[in-house]
Nanobody, 119 residues
Framework: QVQLVESGGGLVQAGGSLRLSCAAS????????MGWYRQAPGKQREMVAG???????NYADSVKGRVTISRDNAKNTVNLQMNSLKPEDTAVYYC?????????????WGQGAQLTVSS
């Protein structure tokens, strides 16, 4: 199995910045794609950003230009740098990994990190 642990959530004022981090551990062979999703109260979970092990990235339209995703393949970590935060960015942010591990390949999720942006 693969475990994902997020860190870096918190309370930020609108216009501020915050960096979310996620570390993967366990019986990892390779992590193909790492990414971030978020879920705001009363809304469906949505993709924020993703990055392949080759470095290709994609972003949700709502965060383009404000968010940068990066990863360290050697450390199995992924970061999400968020700038110019808006109250509508308030959500629980989940790290996700499409990982190949000793017994197969699956999608794994972290437990989530709360980000609250105050106006």
């Amino acid at each position: 199995q693969v475990q994902l642990v997020e860190s870096g959530g918190g309370l930020v004022q609108a216009g501020g910045s915050l960096r979310l981090s996620c570390a993967a551990s366990g019986s990892i062979v390779t992590i193909n794609v790492m990414g971030w999703y978020r879920q705001a109260p009363g809304k469906q979970r949505e993709m924020v950003a993703g990055i392949t092990n080759g470095g290709a990235t994609n972003y949700a339209d709502s965060v383009k230009g404000r968010v940068t995703i990066s990863r360290d393949n050697a450390k199995n970590t992924v970061n999400l740098q968020m700038n110019s935060l808006k109250p509508e960015d308030t959500a629980v942010y989940y790290c996700t990994a499409d990982a190949t591990y000793f017994f197969g390949r699956s999608d794994f999720w972290g437990q989530g990190a709360q980000l609250t942006v105050s106006s």
